[in-house]
């Protein structure tokens, strides 16, 4: 696994490993956990912190963030609106036209399979991302 994005000498997989342990509630249990299948759907992730303090996933792109709150852990898919999500996983920001977040309060089981291929369908989706264009040569 990667890592990027990194601050005060320590990886980004530290920084967020640190942030689990600091959290010390179902809110860090959550966060490892969705970080495990995350890693378990791509064991090629990158990890990255970002924001001041945000753990992002990245594949050729953005996969999702991971947000604590008091309430919810909060797992936002930069283009989440884009993605097929028949066990609906998607239960916030759901008017957006870009992205897609699934907030988990406390107690709550999330479908293992049906969020590794939402994992899985985000990296296609940003592989899938159309090449940027060169600009012409001025004549």
């Not at 924001?51 to 992002?56: F, H, I, K």
């Not at 609106?81 to 999330?110: Q, T, W, Y």
């Amino acid at each position: 696994m990667k890592k990027s994005g990194a601050g005060e000498g320590q990886s980004a997989s530290e920084l967020i490993s640190k942030r689990i342990t600091e959290l010390g509630d179902w809110r860090g249990d959550t966060l490892a956990r969705m970080r495990k299948l995350i890693k378990e759907a791509d064991p090629d992730v990158v990890e990255e912190w970002k924001w001041m303090g945000t753990p992002v996933w990245s594949h050729d792109g953005i996969i999702c963030t991971g947000e604590s709150y008091k309430k919810v852990v909060k797992l936002t898919f930069a283009k989440g609106a884009s993605l097929k999500d028949p066990a609906r996983l998607f239960n916030s920001s759901l008017d957006g036209n870009v992205r897609r977040a699934i907030d988990i309060p406390e107690g709550a089981k999330i479908d293992a399979a049906a969020f590794k291929a939402l994992i899985r369908q985000a990296i296609a989706l940003n592989k899938a991302k159309p090449a940027k264009k060169k600009a012409s040569p001025k004549r």
